[in-house]
């Protein structure tokens, strides 16, 4: 029994760490998306599909012996691909489709150690079943989604902030070394109850044999049960990190309600108290449906997580008790898997290039209220008025949230890096923005006369407009991370030469085609497609004398921005006497003291410009509250009149690390 049980921990554990150990390697190369998590999740949730159909169909059609020597060859030769870290070959150039790129580096650097591993919990509970007959297996999946469970609570607090990337890979290398050997001697055990010539499961006889199989009709709703949660899970996720940063930490407190449901609804019956968890997911349903467009994160995401686990609890709780006969298992899982891929594509693969926004969500609240009101068709007509009126009501917040989306709306566009959307207002004086999510990122004045005007994140007084107007007359070059509405070129001048790196080809787009910064100002611009740091990593030495990192991903910049080695890259691109400038506005994510340490490694001195513009009406109602950090050697130029009047010094914050490729965490800067 013990052995079995450390298999089945052992490998669940190893599953879900590999998770975010391999999501943050490769996160910085596709520009910090939030897509990258839900197109890694998608590759995990296809490959356990097909782990579970592997455990399926070697139970039923091969002879135990047959089936134990076929996996025990095929883990020895996953041991090729260790150590698991990714080839930098991988990295993209802006050209290439990213989601099939993640897909195929994952499939290359893990996707047959993580097949293995996906075949355990199903596979490893069909040898116990073998071994220990009459004995019901099904705690030993609660074992799993236990040891999944304290994987992703470990990975945000003792392995991210201690261990670097490349150790984490390593480490889990190793690991998965010992589970092979666990796996082979469990397999090797359950031989040793089974008969030799015994044929596949199929064949066996007995009470369990006599017992029908499931019918399509429930195993349908298997499919649905098991899709509903996992569409879902990535539907908040996307909807959470959105509107503040992709992390590890917010990629998995979704994932560990998730799996905690499945700890519940497989452990014993008495967690799920069916009359409760139907409440609680028709009364969170609506809730979650009004508060869509809502940017009151404090209320926003406790909401959204509790509605998570509602709706997962009921679906899994309904999913527990319709579970088969231990016979039938590998099936049943089989379909779990099948309805979790099926969940896992439609969020991740499809919904990127096929709704213009992040609408999936409501999409799965009114799914789940279809579903909760048909589960509850034989609780009688006063059941199924309130179920009725949960879909009607959720439908109706619903529609409420999305005409407040398209209202005033332009354009509306979206792909595997963001949904974006330009808007107009026209009071107090007609202007453009550029929306992401729902955080504006820019805008532009409509009126002819004013369209060049400084206006939203670059007013005269914000740090960028101080910054340009005591730099010297003299022509200059600025590189710029992240394109926007291209509004930076308001404090452009003849001669300047301006060159944008923006990863999203529809930013770009957008930009040329509903603003006019990039024709119409007086300086050259240039855009070049692809991250940033990647692009500028394979640059010879620009001579900038500005270069300004104004790149988001939700509401903060990405980290992989904010780390030694980037600013390395900014500082062979920047002239001795030059200028780096972050934007550092936003509402959750303080900077300043990163942007300090990196700044102090290379000599320089980092100040902070807060501005906060007052007007109500006229051209300076569209400017808006900033907060900007300017690194730089040169004392002449931070002294500056324009600069020295508003600036405040950044004080280290003592003990607090510089941040790393390897080592960095955004939980320890959160704004409190």
Same mark, same amino acid.
């Given at each position: ?57 070697? !139970?039923?059609?091969? *002879? ?10 095929? =883990? ?51 040898? /116990? ?19 999944? =469970? ?42 040793? %109850? ?8 199929? %064949? ?20 649905? =049960?098991?899709?509903?949660? #996992? ?21 998995? &407190? ?13 452990? $014993?019956?008495?967690?799920? $108290? ?43 709780? @309904? /999913? ?72 009607? *009501? !959720? ?26 959307? *330009? ?12 929306? $992401? ?53 308001? $404090? ?9 790196? @923006? ?13 006019? /910064? =990039? ?14 740091? &990647? ?62 340490? &990196? ?15 007052? #007007? ?28 020295? #009047? ?16 390897? /080592? ?9």
């Amino acid at each position: 029994m013990a052995l079995y049980a450390a298999t089945i921990f052992l490998g669940a554990f190893l599953l879900f760490l590999v998770q975010p150990i391999m999501a943050k390697q490769i996160l910085p190369w596709f520009g910090g998306s939030a897509a990258v998590w839900a197109t890694c999740m998608v590759f995990f949730q296809v490959t356990l599909l097909a782990g579970y159909a592997y455990a399926d169909w070697t !139970t039923r059609r091969m *002879t135990p012996r047959t089936q134990t020597r076929l996996h025990m060859g095929i =883990l020895l030769l996953s041991l090729v691909l260790m150590p698991i870290i990714p080839d930098t070959a991988w990295k993209p150039t802006g050209q290439e489709n990213p989601s099939l790129r993640i897909l195929g580096m994952l499939a290359v650097s893990i996707g047959l150690p993580y097949l293995m591993l996906s075949t355990t919990s199903p596979l490893v509970q069909a040898w /116990f079943a073998r071994r220990y007959a009459g004995t019901l297996p099904y705690r030993l999946f609660a074992l799993s989604n236990l040891a999944s =469970l304290l994987a992703l609570l470990a990975y945000p607090v003792l392995v991210e902030p201690w261990i670097s990337t490349r150790a984490q890979s390593i480490t889990w290398s190793v690991a998965y070394a010992a589970f092979v050997l666990l796996c082979a001697a469990a397999g090797f055990s359950s031989l040793k %109850a089974t008969p030799a010539g015994s044929a596949p499961a199929t %064949a066996g006889a007995g009470a369990q044999a006599e017992e029908a199989p499931p019918t399509p009709a429930r195993q349908f709703l298997w499919l649905v =049960l098991a899709a509903l949660g #996992s569409f879902m899970l990535l539907a908040v996720t996307n909807h959470i990190c959105q509107n503040v940063a992709s992390i590890p930490f917010l990629w998995i &407190l979704p994932l560990t309600l998730y799996l905690a449901t499945f700890i519940f609804a497989f452990d $014993h019956p008495r967690w799920y $108290h069916r009359g409760f968890f139907i409440t609680l997911t028709a009364v969170s349903l609506p809730a979650m449906a009004w508060m869509f467009d809502s940017l009151d994160l404090v209320y926003v995401i406790p909401l959204y997580l509790v509605g998570l686990f509602a709706v997962c609890m009921f679906c899994h709780g @309904e /999913f527990a008790q319709l579970k088969p006969a231990p016979r039938y298992l590998t099936t049943y899982y089989l379909m779990l898997s099948l309805g979790g891929a099926i969940g896992g594509l439609l969020v991740g693969l499809v919904a990127p290039y096929v709704l213009p926004g992040h609408f999936e969500i409501v999409i799965g609240l009114i799914a789940c209220g279809v579903l909760l009101m048909l589960r509850t068709l034989s609780w009688g007509w006063w059941a199924t008025g309130i179920a009725t009126a949960v879909v009607g *009501t !959720t439908a109706w917040a619903s529609q409420q949230a999305l005409e407040d989306q398209f209202t005033n709306t332009r354009v509306m566009m979206r792909n595997f890096y963001s949904a974006i959307r *330009t808007r107009d207002a026209s009071s107090p004086t007609p202007f453009r923005s550029l929306v $992401h999510g729902g955080i504006m990122h820019g805008g532009q004045l409509l009126d002819q006369d004013k369209q060049l005007l400084a206006s939203s994140y670059f007013g005269p007084t914000s740090g960028f407009g101080r910054l340009f107007a005591a730099l010297p007359d003299a022509p200059r070059r600025v590189g710029v991370i992240g394109l926007g509405a291209g509004s930076i070129t308001a $404090h452009a001048r003849a001669g300047d030469i301006f060159r944008f790196y @923006e990863i999203n080809p529809q930013v770009v787009e957008l930009a040329y085609r509903e603003f006019t /910064f =990039l024709t119409a100002t007086p300086a050259k611009t240039e855009v070049v497609l692809g991250d940033g740091r &990647l692009s500028l990593e394979r640059e010879e030495p620009q001579q900038y004398d500005v270069i300004a990192v104004d790149a988001f991903s939700g509401d903060a910049i990405p980290m992989h921005l904010l780390t030694r080695e980037s600013l390395a890259i900014y500082v062979r691109h920047l002239k001795p006497d030059g200028v780096i400038a972050f934007q550092a506005t936003n509402r959750f994510v303080d900077i300043a003291p990163v942007v300090e340490r &990196l700044a102090a490694e290379h000599g320089m001195t980092a100040v902070m410009i807060t501005d906060y513009p007052n #007007s109500s009406d006229g051209v300076d109602y569209w400017l808006s509250s900033t907060d900007q950090i300017l690194i730089s050697r040169n004392r002449a130029l931070l002294e500056h009149e324009k600069i020295r #009047s508003a600036a405040q010094p950044i004080e280290p914050r003592p003990g607090f690390p510089v941040w790393t490729d390897d /080592f960095n965490n955004l939980l320890t800067v959160l704004k409190r």
